[in-house]
């Protein structure tokens, strides 16, 4: 059964709970450099299980996600209560061709626009951090909340990215 928006809300910023969202959106792509440093094309390209992305395809979303958040944060600053569109992750996976692109070069396009949207978030005003945008699927949603759900879904995908390429395991069946 898939989550809904709200459990997928509260998985989310669950990640974060207690840490520097901040913090971790700033280590995110040295932690991922880390973590594919040694990994093979192929062991890049491997799907854990049919249904589940690849390291590949999920560094891909990573750095098209930054940039719908790019999109989204600058939205909000320009016009606060703008509407907030969502996406179909799936489908920008399997229209994009995820799985054939270089992970390293993902990795790359992630770490530029993470940087720059840091670069945005570290010249906002006190009051900034609280425009908000309209997201279709979530409701009201602020700067500062968009900052925590970018940091608990970077911890979501570090994670996921460790499972896949931790020597000598099989990947957890989905429930």
């Known amino acids: 059964m898939q989550e809904t928006a709200q459990q997928y809300t509260q998985r989310i910023l669950g990640y974060v709970a207690g840490k520097n969202a901040f913090k971790v959106q700033s280590e995110t792509p040295k932690r991922l450099a880390a973590l594919i440093k040694n990994a093979s094309p192929a062991k890049s390209r491997k799907r854990p299980e049919a249904d589940k992305w690849s390291v590949t395809e999920i560094l891909a979303h990573l750095g ?9 944060i600058r939205s909000i600053l320009g016009a606060p209560g703008t509407p907030i569109q ?5 489908a920008w996976v399997a229209a994009g061709r995820y799985n054939e692109r270089n992970p390293r070069e993902c990795l790359e396009v992630f770490r530029a626009v993470r940087e720059a949207n840091l670069g945005v978030l570290k010249r906002l005003k006190p009051e ?8 279709a699927e979530r409701g009201e949603e602020t700067i500062e909340r968009i900052l925590h759900m970018m940091a608990g879904h ?13 020597p000598g395991t099989r990947p957890k069946k989905a429930r």
């Open 64 to 72: 098209d996600a930054e940039i719908v958040t790019a999109w989204r």
């Open 86 to 90: 969502a996406y179909d992750q799936n």
């Open 128 to 135: 900034q951090w609280k425009h908000h945008g309209m997201h």
């Open 154 to 166: 970077d911890i979501n995908h570090l994670q996921q990215i460790e499972r896949i390429l931790k």
